[in-house]
């Protein structure tokens, strides 16, 4: 299952937090706020969908994620991979460095990474 661009964003919030109350949620926004019925909605809905849970104090809830950010990002970079770049990695790579406009500072440390993945391997 996935989050709409409006449930990632307030999972970003709740990742950063680890855990929060709705106002916690509120106050990590940035100006304009959404209103507190629409983070109520979206709260609901990632819960039902299994992303996030709650305790209860009194009628308070505390929020806090389910699924860790990587996990989550790891999915979706291989859902992304698979659907757009036929399952290829080396054609998202090739993609990702000709259409993102990275100096060459950026891919040499790419290199490096993929360098330092090899030796593990």
Do not use: C
Not at 15 to 40: G, H, I, N, Q, R
Not at 58 to 68: F, I, N, T
Request: cysteine-free.
């Amino acid at each position: 299952m996935q989050l709409s661009n409006s449930e990632e964003e307030l999972m970003n919030h709740l990742w950063k937090l680890e855990k929060a109350f709705m106002k916690d949620l509120l106050d990590a926004y940035p100006e304009p706020k959404p209103a507190t019925t629409t983070v109520a909605t979206l709260l609901k809905r990632m819960n039902d969908k299994g992303f996030i849970a709650y305790k209860l104090y009194g009628k308070s809830r505390e929020y806090y994620p389910l699924v860790k950010k990587k996990e989550y990002f790891s999915k979706h970079v291989n859902g992304l991979i698979k659907q757009f770049f036929n399952d290829s990695a080396s054609q998202f790579a090739s993609f990702f460095t000709k259409e993102t406009n990275l100096s060459k500072t950026e891919l040499e440390v790419l290199k490096k990474l993929i360098d330092n993945e090899i030796k593990n391997k």
